[in-house]
């Protein structure tokens, strides 16, 4: 997944206004103005898009955490380099401070039920025998499926919501 994608997602599921975006950049030790948050959010097609980076996206995911979870105690960790679904699910897990139960619960809301153990092998090392990467369509619905529990907003037609046509008053 593309990680524009994932913040406009995480925007909309939770939300999040110019300011707290900037916030959150802000509290992960790493400010973003209003115009660098402005063309990361632009659609694909849209010229003026420019792609958020790894270290970026680490950097809104670490605020996200500070917001929902409270600093720690010592130096705050540095936003990582490079990123793979695995570290932005476990990074997501962490903010929203969810169990294996709540992220089952989560992605049968987004009709894609998983096994404990299939979650088991996305937080495991790389190194590990039972390690598995975490593929972007487990992400995107995994994504959803926080949509579909965090936000109060009607979902859209694109998230699977079935658009009611309306018939013209006479």
Request: contains cysteine; aromatic residues 6%.
């Amino acid at each position: 997944m593309r990680n524009n994608d994932i913040l406009r997602r995480l925007r909309y599921t939770f939300d999040l206004k110019d300011s707290k975006m900037m916030a959150l950049f802000a509290l992960a030790g790493h400010p973003a103005t209003w115009e660098q948050i402005n063309v990361w959010l632009k659609k694909d097609d849209d010229p003026a898009c420019q792609e958020c980076n790894d270290t970026q996206l680490a950097t809104f995911l670490n605020g996200l955490i500070i917001d929902k979870r409270g600093k720690k105690e010592g130096p705050q960790p540095a936003p990582e380099t490079s990123l793979t679904n695995n570290v932005i699910l476990m990074k997501l897990r962490i903010a929203l401070n969810l169990k294996a139960e709540d992220v089952l619960e989560i992605m049968a809301l987004a009709d894609m039920p998983i096994s404990k153990h299939e979650l088991s092998a996305f937080s495991r090392k790389p190194d590990h025998k039972h390690y598995r990467d975490c593929k972007d369509q487990m992400l995107r619905n995994f994504l959803k499926g926080v949509q579909v529990k965090y936000c109060s907003k009607p979902q859209p037609y694109a998230a699977g919501r079935k658009m009611e046509k309306v018939e013209p008053s006479p």
